[in-house]
């Protein structure tokens, strides 16, 4: 262990996430695992690691905490205004502060889901192969103000600090589609009215998104369905329309059986531009075939080979640096009338 991170304040909505816990299906839980994984291999990214860590996830609200330790963090996901001791920090990049260092993370400013990520990672006692909160399946919790969290060694101390332009998935837009096994039981015309139909979120929460038609229209209807449909397997991303036609896109929490027929299903690469959409922003939805999604949805080591790609080192501003006037900043000098003799 190196240190830990202490929550001094918080809102409600903060957890321990990672990756998730797959190949947990069959004894009824889901994956789970951060709203925005692509926000985790970011970080991973930025901090030179090879492989997405535990980290924290903030929901909606800000924090205030403090690194026992010299330590370098991240911060990815919905982009918010941060702080230590006085000084801004960049979103989207990679900062190593001093022991004590406090650091201030306010609401969102963009989107839903924050990451605070360090280097060793939060190094808490695994539980069925993750250490993420599952919350709808009563694996760990939300956190509270006075929790410690033990962090792992960071693995490269004193590496440059890094940067990466910030994404645009958190204000909604266009979310890529493709069929799937129930889509059948929606005719020809459903699935076209589906995607030129304009939504924006009613709800949402860990487990899934609710969807208004906006403006209002007829409900879906899965008119070709067999009564009394038997519930089937089902992933984040899949399209339930319930009884009463409205649609819900189902995220890392969702349960892993459903009965309602399922329309679609969200593209992997697509799915964080879901989950980071709050309340009332718009959605679009656009149909494409399966060679298409598999061309936008690459293996994670080639994602992070993209993003470390990108990553380029950050450039502080000089109004935050509060000890500018500490640094050789000119470096000899000449006298004016030498200038004008030569």
């Known amino acids: 262990m190196s240190g830990a991170i202490t929550l001094l304040s918080c809102g409600p909505g903060l957890t321990v996430q990672d990756l998730g816990r797959p190949g947990l299906a069959s004894v009824g839980l889901s994956q789970g695992g951060a709203a925005d994984p692509l926000a985790l291999f970011e970080a991973a990214a930025l901090l030179g690691l090879p492989a997405p860590a535990?980290?924290?996830?903030?929901?909606?609200?800000?924090?205030?905490?403090?690194?026992?330790q010299d330590h370098r963090i991240a911060l990815t996901g919905a982009p918010r205004e941060a702080r230590s001791d006085g000084r801004a920090l960049r979103w989207n990049a990679a900062h190593e502060l001093p022991a004590g260092a406090v650091i201030e993370i306010g609401a969102a400013v963009a989107g839903v889901y924050a990451y605070l990520s360090v280097a060793g990672g939060i190094a808490t006692e695994p539980e069925l192969g993750g250490r993420g909160a599952h919350l709808a399946g009563g694996i760990g919790g939300m956190l509270g103000p006075g929790t410690a969290l033990p962090l792992g060694p960071d693995p490269a101390p004193g590496t440059a600090a890094l940067a990466l332009p910030l994404p645009d998935r958190f204000a909604g837009g266009?979310?890529?589609l493709?069929?799937?096994?129930?889509?059948?039981?929606?005719?020809?015309?459903?699935?076209a009215r589906f995607a030129a139909t304009p939504f924006v979120i009613a709800r949402a929460n860990r487990q899934g998104a609710?969807?208004?038609?906006?403006?209002p229209g007829a409900p879906f209807e899965a008119a070709l369905a067999p009564a009394g449909l038997v519930s089937e397997p089902i992933l984040p991303g899949d399209i339930q329309i319930t009884g009463g036609g409205q649609a819900m896109v189902l995220l890392a929490e969702c349960q892993t059986t459903g009965g309602y027929p399922r329309i679609g299903s969200v593209i992997p690469a697509d799915l964080p531009r879901v989950a980071q959409a709050g309340p009332g922003t718009a959605l679009q939805f656009r149909w494409i075939t399966a060679d298409e999604a598999d061309l936008a949805s690459p293996p994670e080591a080639q994602i992070l080979r993209a993003l470390r790609t990108a990553a380029r080192p950050a450039?502080?501003?000089?109004?935050?640096?509060?000890?500018?006037?500490?640094?050789?900043l000119i470096s000899g000098m000449v006298r004016g009338d030498e200038q004008e003799d030569a």
Do not use: N
């Open 315 to 328: 450039i502080r501003d000089p109004h935050d640096i509060a000890d500018l006037l500490g640094y050789q």
């Open 178 to 191: 493709i069929p799937g096994p129930q889509s059948r039981y929606f005719d020809a015309e459903t699935r």
């Open 174 to 176: 266009t979310v890529r």
């Open 54 to 68: 535990a980290c924290l996830e903030l929901a909606g609200s800000g924090a205030r905490l403090r690194l026992s």
């Open 210 to 215: 609710t969807l208004d038609q906006d403006p």
